[in-house]
């Protein structure tokens, strides 16, 4: 069965610092599909970006980048120089095939609160 | 585009009470998702639509009905509310399978059940 480990509950750092949030998935098919969603206070879900099994390369995007690493079942999401505005529950979330259709499993979030 | 709207944003239900909780989208999609979200749990998927017409049960669907009669409204039914039902409701839509898009979230319902 899939499943998603988001072992960092809360993290707390510093305006401008840089921080890295881990997750490691679990799953047994080779076509799956790897995401992060962003909560902040407010409430909503924010897709911030999907990965496929077969794509390999980190990507950037601004302050964002994310490096998967399918040796080690990992994705992790790294913000650089954070913000206030970063402050919120980061979802990483794997979807892969449930024998008719994809299903879409959920770690538990990590919250991250950036200090002025 | 509006994206997924959810009606009503909070409700109070009393043990043993129903209600419905509406889910619209106007992006066309085909793939509609209701999750529940507990604290520090992340989200759990109660039932999914695959088009007007298809509905299929997710991991924690029991006390809870679904129907879809058009590609853009997905209600939830509650029958015989239950303090366990006490959640964060999010209904979400994708253009095709989660596998290969993501998809979009209502901006969720709180529900409290007493």
């Known amino acids: 069965a899939q499943k998603v480990t988001q072992a960092q509950t809360e993290i707390s750092v510093v305006e401008k610092e840089d921080v890295t949030l881990d997750c490691v998935y679990e799953?047994?098919?080779?076509?799956?599909?790897l995401f992060w969603y962003k909560q902040p206070p407010s409430g909503e879900l924010v897709f911030l970006i999907r990965r496929n099994s077969f794509d390999e390369q980190n990507e950037i995007s601004g302050r964002y980048s994310w490096n998967f690493q399918k040796s080690t079942s990992s994705f992790n999401f790294t913000i650089t120089a954070s913000q206030v505005v970063d402050s919120a529950v980061y979802f990483c979330?794997?979807?892969?095939?449930?024998?008719?259709?994809?299903?879409?499993?959920f770690g538990k979030g990590t919250l991250l609160t950036v200090n002025p | 585009n509006a994206g997924v709207t959810q009606t009503p944003k909070f409700r109070i239900l009393k043990i043993g009470q129903s209600m419905t909780l509406q889910c619209t989208q106007d992006?066309?999609?085909?793939?509609m998702y209701w999750y529940r979200q507990d604290p520090g749990m992340g989200l759990k998927l109660i039932y999914y639509s695959v088009g007007a017409g298809i509905t299929d049960k997710g991991e924690v669907p029991n006390g809870y009905n679904v129907s879809r009669s058009t590609t853009e409204d997905f209600p939830l039914r509650l029958e015989l509310a239950a303090p366990s039902q006490t959640s964060v409701y999010f209904c979400a839509s994708s253009r095709q399978d989660a596998g290969s898009y993501e998809q979009y979230f209502g901006p969720g319902t709180r529900l409290t059940v007493t």
């Open positions: 992006m066309n999609h085909n793939y």
């Open positions: 799953t047994r098919d080779t076509t799956y599909y």
């Open positions: 979330a794997l979807s892969d095939w449930g024998g008719s259709n994809y299903k879409l499993t």
